[in-house]
């Protein structure tokens, strides 16, 4: 799996409720990791990582909260493509779709 960094994306449904679509119905939404790893780089960009902040196109935050089995980054797994992270404001969650082409972990 290719490991996940800041400004890399993920694509999801939101439930949380939006303007003029009630709680629970869908919507298609698409998260950008604004946080991650202080001292953990990928590609010149900071690693992201279970805990790791996104801001969505539908108003809401999400956090990161699967990753690697075997890899770390300040003590924390490694986020990356595939894994799942969930909406900060009600339900919801996404699945990360991209990251780097060129370092990966073979979980």
């Known amino acids: 799996m290719y490991v996940s960094r800041v400004s890399d994306l993920g694509s999801g449904v939101c439930l ?3 303007p003029g679509v009630p709680v629970g119905v869908g919507v ?3 998260t950008v990791h604004v946080s991650g790893a202080e001292t953990v780089f990928t590609n010149f960009l900071p690693q992201a990582i279970i805990g790791t902040i996104g801001t969505t196109d539908c108003g809401h ?10 890899v770390f980054a300040e003590y924390m797994p490694i986020h990356r493509i595939g894994d799942v992270g969930v909406i900060n404001e009600g339900n919801g969650e996404h699945v990360v ?11």
């Open 16 to 18: 949380a409720g939006h």
């Open 28 to 30: 298609d939404y698409i």
């Open 61 to 70: 935050t999400t956090t990161a909260v699967t990753g690697s089995d075997t």
């Open 97 to 107: 779709i991209s990251g780097s082409d060129d370092v990966n972990n073979d979980d």
